[in-house]
Structure formats: C-alpha cells, structure tokens
C-alpha cells in the first residue's frame, strides 16, 4: 500500500474540511476551562474563626477571646480554637479586663463547638463555609475539589460523545482495521468539502489480509507494556503525563494565593496561558519534541524550586516564578498530545493517549491533596512538583525523537526508533514537521 500521506496529500493541508474538524474538536474542550477555574472560587477556604454566640460578654473579650497564634512566621486569630466560652463569661461578668488582670495564655482553650464565622468580604459563600469543611475536618476541603474535578471529567466525556457525532473517524485508524471503504468515503467527502477532485481509486495496493496491517493478535491495552521498548516508552510517558498534570492543576487550584482579591489572582493565572499555548504551537513547528520537553520541565521545576528562595518583601517576584512554572508546565501538557501521538503506530496511539490521559487524570485529582500540604510547611507542595518535574525531564532522556519523521505504522516501526541519540535540530528544508489532525484524520 502507498504510504497513507501520499495517498491523501490531494486534500491539501488546510482545506475547509481540516478546518471544520479543528474548529470542532476547539469547540469540545471550551466549557473545560469554566469548569476547572469554576472550582477556585467554589472550594476557595474564606477568613474564619470560631463563632461566638450573643453573650453578655464586654467587647473587651470578644476582641480578645480568639486566642492568637503564630502561622509561617506571622501572628494571626485561632482559625480552630477560642477560650472556654463559659470561663470567658464568668471574667467579663466579674469585671475582669484581658491581658490587664487576666493573663490569657493561662486560659483553657475549646474547639469551635458553636461553629464558625466566615468572612463576607469576598464571597457569600462558598462549599467550604456551606458546610463547614475546615478545621478537624481539614481533609474534607480536598475531596470536595477532587469530586468537582471528577464532575469535570464526567462533562468532558459528555462532551467528547456530543463531538463525536459531528466529527468523522480517523482514515487511518480505519485502514488500519481493514475498512478500506469506510476509509475512502470520509476522504471523499473531505475532498468534496475542500473542492478538489479525489482519484478513481485512492488507496491502491491494499490487501485487506496484510498481515502487517492486520496482526495476528489484537493490540490493545495490554500491547503497551508487553515487549520492553513500548513498556519503557509508556512508563516514561506516564511519568510526564501524570507530573505536567499534578503540576498543571495544582498552580491553578493555587491562584487565589497569587493577590488578595481572587478574580485578579484567576485573570493572571489564566493569562498566563495564552502565551503558553503561542508558545507550545511554535515550539511544535520548529523544535524537536524530545529537546522541548526537557527543556520546558527543567525551567518548570527550577522555577518552583526558587519560590521558597524569594523574600517576603518581593512577593512580586514569588509570584512571577509560579507563573513562569505555569507558563512552562501548560506548554508541556498541550505539548505531550502531539509528542505521544507520535510515538506510537496508528493501531495503539489512541490507546496509549488514553492511558497517558487517564494516568494524567490520577495527578488532577491529587492536586487538591498536595496543596493541602502546605499547612506542614508552606513550600512542601512546590518542592514536590518541582522534584516531579526534575526527575521526569531526566526520564524524557530516553524517549524517542519523533520531530520531522514519518509516523510508525506498525509495532515493528516503532521499536526500530532509536531512542538514545541526542536531539539535534537539522536544516529546515530537510524537516518536515508531522503536525496532523491525527486523533480524527
């Protein structure tokens, strides 16, 4: 058979049929981005403490029956704890003032038995003050982000079914299980849609009982970690997949620490972005893949690493280096759908982007977890994902180079890509970058 861009390379690169495609799948993953930033302000944990009931109480120990404690250096109310409202009582009744006759670190202190007061200043309320998910049950916190991320997912899959409707299987994907006709209708019609007239006969020399075309086991999961140059691949792209995604995830969950009011803390870590993805499409055209990525998790991790460096007095600076890490970390992730793409043959590559994605997805649903971290030591959770980050630019090491080569058809193809020569960039007129609507075309 010829090789499949030959026999499709009538349609053009960008015809109206690519387009429509593009703009398609553009449009499935929009309400992604509401629903991920969605969850910033529902869980975001506002200003409390413990609440304290009409009491005939002087406003003398209502100012002072918070206790005051010292948190990552700086002194701030009790969030979790007051003085025993009963002893508190019998003082204010005896006339007794605060700090003057009463030495308050002597004082037995109780949880928030009566619940909490929440700040209005920023939101009304949130899930988090709703229903009470602080203090002993700081963990609750977590669990409610991850369960909106899973409600996220569970949209994106709706999602993907509805675009599945209005966008035409894979070509290839359908040569590659002997539904040759099937195959040549959809390219018909893309030419139709582009206007341009399609051969007679446009895959010649198909044998339906190829056996390179139809293996004699089926490949599925299992295929990806059964001979070790795959299993390697995958593992290694598991790694990447799930640190871009646990890094990704957790900057953006972290945006309401980036200013005091946090739609502007949302607007800059969502600005962000939009560079990152200029950045990841030149990246794409002009650089290989391999060299991309460890270059982009090593300035992601270093630049997180260097947060706990920063001092106090240059916040500014704090917060440019976790946007720096955002940047980078975004370029990654749109970076790796076309990079693991091209590792594999048509026959496992969307099995493999689903592992990778769904291995991706465990990180996500972490990500609330690692912050929580924080309250242990305030650096902890950007240590962690710059320690990620770090050791999988290391693990990228012995990928294979995909940038400027044909596709693999086969398993066979795939295992004969050397994967240990450094990457070098070669003059352009010899590289044909491979930059295809693949998943669909």
């Not at 053009?12 to 398609?24: K, P």
């Not at 990180?363 to 710059?386: H, M």
Request: aromatic content about 10%; some cysteine.
């Amino acid at each position: 058979m010829h090789d499949y861009d030959e026999s499709t390379a009538f349609l053009g690169q960008w015809g109206r049929f690519q387009q429509v495609v593009f703009f398609l799948l553009c449009a499935s993953i929009v309400p992604n981005g509401f629903g991920v930033f969605s969850v910033v302000f529902l869980t975001d944990i506002p200003r409390h403490n413990c609440l304290i009931p009409e009491e005939n109480l002087t406003q003398d120990w209502r100012d002072a029956i918070i206790p005051i404690e010292v948190v990552n250096g700086k002194q701030e109310q009790s969030r979790c704890s007051r003085y025993r409202l009963d002893v508190v009582r019998n003082l204010s009744a005896q006339g007794f003032i605060p700090g003057r006759d009463v030495n308050l670190t002597e004082l037995e202190q109780e949880g928030c038995v009566d619940g909490w007061s929440y700040s209005k200043d920023i939101y009304q309320s949130t899930v988090v003050s709703e229903f009470d998910l602080v203090c002993r049950d700081q963990w609750k916190q977590p669990f409610t982000s991850t369960a909106c991320f899973l409600g996220i997912l569970v949209g994106s899959f709706i999602s993907g079914q509805l675009s599945d409707r209005l966008i035409p299987e894979s070509p290839r994907w359908l040569l590659s299980q002997g539904r040759v006709e099937e195959a040549e209708v959809i390219v018909r019609k893309a030419a139709k849609t582009n206007r341009v007239e399609a051969p007679m006969v446009i895959f010649k020399d198909y044998s339906a009982h190829d056996d390179d075309r139809h293996p004699q086991e089926p490949l599925n999961v299992i295929s990806l970690v059964k001979t070790q140059s795959v299993r390697s691949t995958t593992v290694i792209l598991c790694l990447v997949w799930f640190s871009l995604s646990i890094g990704y995830y957790g900057l953006s969950l972290n945006t309401s620490r980036l200013h005091a009011n946090p739609y502007i803390s949302c607007f800059i870590s969502a600005a962000v972005e939009v560079p990152a993805y200029i950045s990841c499409w030149l990246t794409l055209k002009y650089f290989p893949r391999r060299l991309s990525v460890i270059f982009i998790l090593l300035i992601g991790g270093v630049s997180l690493y260097l947060i706990q460096l920063v001092p106090e007095t240059l916040s500014e600076l704090a917060v440019a280096l976790e946007m720096l890490g955002k940047l980078v970390i975004t370029n990654g992730t749109s970076l790796m759908y076309p990079y693991t793409a091209e590792l594999y043959p048509t026959v496992l590559r969307n099995t493999a982007e689903g592992v990778c994605i769904t291995v991706s997805r465990i990180g996500s649903c972490l990500a609330p977890f690692l912050l929580q971290l924080r309250e242990s030591f305030e650096y902890l959770p950007y240590n962690i994902l710059g320690t990620l980050a770090v050791v999988s630019a290391f693990a990228v090491l012995f990928l294979p180079e995909s940038f400027g080569k044909p596709l693999p058809q086969s398993i066979q193809q795939m295992q004969k890509r050397e994967s240990m020569k450094c990457p070098c960039i070669t003059r352009k007129e010899h590289l044909k970058p491979v930059v295809h609507l693949e998943s669909r075309l």
